[in-house]
């Protein structure tokens, strides 16, 4: 099987997780990236009036952040696809929901992971829903020191 880890990061703690994922399952990494990149300002959840803030706050702006890209080299190739996302206001990022929605995941195998120092990964059936034709096999919140063994633990609960 040919597996793929797509992530979106903005503080890198969901790259560390993606990195873990690619190297034992001898996975493709690809970062995905915000057409229009988050500042140091734009991701300070302490101002109400912040980007991620205004975001948070209405859906309607939330669904109109996009990639810079959605294709993946290769794409058809691929037979198992793992997600991952920071939580932002309890949910996955929402820049993935781009990525979600822009491919057809028919016969693929999907897992999605986010990272977070506290929050759940309260949006997990929406991922789910969102990757239409894809076969789900779970999510997972990890800490964002979560350890390499912690994040190898859970790829062999999936027996893939």
């Known amino acids: 099987m040919k597996t793929l880890v797509v992530y979106f990061t903005e503080s890198g703690c ?9 190297e034992a399952t001898g996975a493709t990494l690809y970062e995905l990236k915000a057409a229009q990149p988050y500042t140091s300002a734009d991701l300070d959840w302490r101002n109400p009036e912040s ?22 080299p290769d794409w058809d ?19 993935i929901d781009d990525f979600l929605t822009s491919n057809d995941f028919t016969g693929k195998k ?10 759940s990964f309260g949006n997990e059936s929406d991922v789910k829903d ?6 789900w096999l779970g999510g997972k919140r990890f800490p964002s020191s979560a350890s390499d063994s912690a994040i190898r633990s859970w790829l062999e609960s999936l027996a893939l």
């Open 130 to 135: 969102m990757a239409k034709g894809a076969q």
């Open 51 to 72: 980007r991620v803030n205004r975001e948070a706050n209405d859906p309607a702006t939330r669904q109109s952040v996009k990639l810079a890209d959605t294709s993946v």
């Open 110 to 119: 999907l897992a999605a992971f986010v990272a977070s120092a506290s929050s």
């Open 14 to 22: 969901t790259r560390r997780v993606a990195q873990t994922i690619a």
């Open 77 to 95: 190739s691929y037979d198992v696809v793992f997600i991952g996302a920071p939580v932002w206001w309890g949910v996955a990022a929402w820049p």
